[in-house]
């Protein structure tokens, strides 16, 4: 079974466009996270969550708004999407992001591959 | 802020020794990480130290952690072509100094491994 599945793994769309990308962790962490990796392979925090509630908010524009409906999903959600969020999009997760040993290990799903045309 | 650093690109032949190295800034890192990207495909993780090691051994892999210079390796004996990967360092700041601090990654390293 896969741990921290994202959906859709490819994306194509319109510059204007509204799209969103599921995250599911079965794994009963509580901490999850979405990065972006840009076409040079830089990996960039953008936002997390703890038990549903907001933990980490990097300078993101205001178009990109995460939901986390329970703590086993974070879902990403981009208004108005433009040719620079074009990337790679991860999620991932950890047990408890508080913790200083194994618990905050983060396990990474396969990505989410977005073209803006 | 913090930074992580690493070479670009490394070319070795099969069968060799890898040596992939990072630097990284933060001097309360608690985790260093190693990750590996195969093309198309998401991060695995390969294994991490703490920073009260100096070294860490897990069948081909050997990590070295040199904390006075704030320098990491991953040395993989008996490089396979199935080792071709971007392999990213990441740091984790202790999470009761730095509140709200995460994962810092690299920029990667392509790793090709010729035959």
């Known amino acids: 079974d896969t741990a921290v599945s994202q959906t859709p793994k490819y994306l194509v769309t319109q510059m204007g466009n509204d799209k969103s990308i599921k995250c599911e962790q079965n794994?009963?962490?509580?901490?999850m996270y979405w990065y972006k990796q840009d076409s040079k392979k830089f990996l960039k925090i953008m936002f997390s969550?703890?038990?549903?509630?907001?933990?980490i908010n990097e300078t993101v524009p205001n178009r990109f708004s995460p939901k986390s409906p329970d703590k086993a999903h974070l879902n990403l959600h981009i208004n108005s999407l433009e040719l620079g969020d074009s990337a790679v999009y991860f999620c991932?997760?950890?047990?408890?992001?508080?913790?200083?040993?194994?618990?905050?290990?983060?396990?990474f799903g396969a990505g989410t591959r977005l073209s803006v045309l | 802020g913090e930074d992580v650093e690493q070479s670009l690109f490394l070319s070795v032949r099969e069968g060799d020794s890898s040596v992939i190295n990072c630097t990284y800034t933060d001097s309360s890192s608690t985790y260093l990480y190693w990750y590996k990207q195969e093309p198309g495909a998401g991060l695995q993780l390969l294994t991490y130290?703490?920073?009260?090691?100096d070294m860490k051994q897990d069948q081909r892999l050997t990590v070295l952690l040199n904390k006075k210079d704030k320098h990491l390796s991953l040395r993989i004996a008996d490089t396979q072509t199935g080792d071709s990967a971007i392999y990213f360092c990441?740091?984790?700041?202790?999470?009761?100094?730095?509140?709200?601090?995460?994962?810092?990654f690299g920029p990667g390293t392509r790793l090709s491994v010729l035959p």
């Open positions: 990441a740091e984790s700041p202790s999470p009761f100094d730095n509140y709200g601090q995460n994962f810092v």
């Open positions: 969550y703890n038990n549903k509630e907001l933990i």
């Open positions: 130290i703490f920073s009260n090691m």
């Open positions: 991932a997760s950890s047990q408890d992001w508080t913790r200083v040993d194994s618990q905050n290990i983060q396990y």
């Open positions: 794994l009963g962490h509580d901490t």
